[in-house]
């Protein structure tokens, strides 16, 4: 395909599969999205520290050719004020691979969002958001080490979808008689609508995904996140279809919670990944309580939102928090924190959400032995207290360093 501003490298080869071995060449073309605000300064520091671990890691024999597409701010420069161009999507198609920086949606109309838009327009179901802690990243928590969890959660459904209608517009005015007239439905008089949509389709494409992911990585059990007492008929009919999804196409790596008692004594069977649920209010108090009991959690869209911050914090918040938008042709992964524009190009922010968003990138493309090369070096400096100013403030003895100087830190920290 021609591109009018996306330069293809050409000592680069495309992917042609995900998640199939013999999927990743040895030199694969890497679409990155720069990002606003900060998006400059934690990308080139990132790209450093991803292209020095490949390095250390196999010796020169794989090499990540980067290909910047565009979106948000520099997009709208690039391409005459169109902030999410036509061939950024069609790149990221037939390049299947990518990362990007924090995006600014621009004000005044267009885009609800140009993460949301992202997501749809590319059919990116799976958001999934690894949480775990470090020694030495400042926690709220007295045990941050029992957080190690991975959320996915249903990233095209659910109120992100969008249908909504404002309070005085004819469309609400329309669907307000409907409701009453044909429905019976009861609500107050000004109220503005939203339609709430989660299908089995939706649900099981994520459970799926969730599955396959803890069987090859070897965890121990999924949650399932809803609100199912309440609405049963969208968040009680996800839970449903996750437990269908997991009897029907992985009976033979599943265990429920009443089969783990009434065969088995408690006793979780070596193999067989337990598969549970648990009301979406009461599990944040379970986080904090109990979150050794927690691996895999599954959730619709909005409670997934809220969990995956809610986590981060406990851990050392959304800065240093990775995320992925995958789908079946296409994995996007990003940064899960804003753009913070009054630090634009001050080359003072943590990397480190971006930096190990591009580890999880490293883990899919199955080289392990560079994303623990990045996780070793970013742990020797925290062990050294060297940080960034997020940190250097909560914690004692710190060295504060620029963000290019942290990004050299973990490199230099990187030992084979």
């Known amino acids: 395909m021609t591109y009018q501003n996306i330069v293809v490298p050409a000592d680069g080869q495309k992917i042609t599969c995900l998640g199939e071995a013999g999927c990743i060449p040895d030199n694969p073309i890497i679409a990155f999205i720069e990002g606003d605000g900060i998006g ?10 991803w292209d020095a671990a490949v390095e250390k890691s196999y010796g020169g024999q794989r090499k990540i050719a980067w290909m910047e597409i565009y979106a948000g701010e520099k997009a709208a420069k690039v391409y005459d004020g169109d902030y999410m161009p036509q061939e950024t999507f069609d790149a990221l198609r037939e390049f299947l691979v ?23 327009v590319l059919d990116l179901y799976s958001c999934v958001r690894p949480v775990r802690w470090y020694p030495g990243v400042p926690s709220p928590m007295r045990e941050p080490d029992k957080v190690d969890m991975v959320i996915f959660r249903e990233n095209t459904e659910d109120v992100y979808a969008g249908i909504e209608y404002e309070a005085g517009t004819p469309e609400n005015e329309k669907l307000t008689r409907f409701l009453r007239e044909e429905m019976g439905a009861t609500f107050f008089e000004g109220s503005g609508l939203g339609i709430k949509p989660i299908s089995a389709f939706g649900t099981k494409r994520l459970m799926r995904s969730a599955l396959r992911y803890a069987i090859q990585r070897g965890r121990k059990s999924i949650s ?48 067989r990944i337990l598969i549970k649920d648990r009301i979406a209010d009461i599990i944040f108090q379970h986080m904090l309580l109990r979150p050794a009991e927690f691996d895999v959690i599954i959730a619709p869209n909005l409670n997934g939102d809220y969990l995956s911050d809610a986590l981060a914090a406990q851990v050392g918040g959304v800065g240093i928090a990775p995320g992925a938008n995958i789908g079946d042709d296409v994995m996007l992964f990003e940064a899960t924190h804003g753009t913070a524009p009054k630090y634009t190009d001050l080359d003072k922010v943590n990397p480190g959400s971006l930096m190990f968003s591009g580890v999880m990138m490293l883990e899919f493309m199955g080289w392990q032995e560079a994303a623990d090369l990045v996780r070793d070096g970013y742990t020797r400096t925290l062990a050294q207290k060297v940080v960034t100013y997020d940190f250097a403030r909560q914690t004692d003895g710190a060295t504060e360093v620029k963000t290019s100087e942290f990004a050299t830190a973990i490199i230099n920290n990187m030992n084979v």
Not at 98 to 120: A, E, H, Y
């Open 224 to 271: 399932i996140m809803h609100k199912g007492n309440i609405q049963k008929y969208t968040e009680g009919a996800f839970r449903n279809w996750c437990y269908e999804l997991a009897r029907d196409e992985f009976g033979d790596y599943t265990i429920t919670e009443d089969e783990l008692w009434d065969q088995y004594g408690g006793k979780q069977p070596e193999g």
């Open 98 to 120: 990518g990362i990007k920086g924090p995006l600014t949606t621009p004000v005044g109309g267009g885009f609800r969002s140009l993460n949301v838009t992202l997501r749809q």
């Open 40 to 49: 400059r300064d934690i990308m080139t520091a990132s790209r450093r520290i």
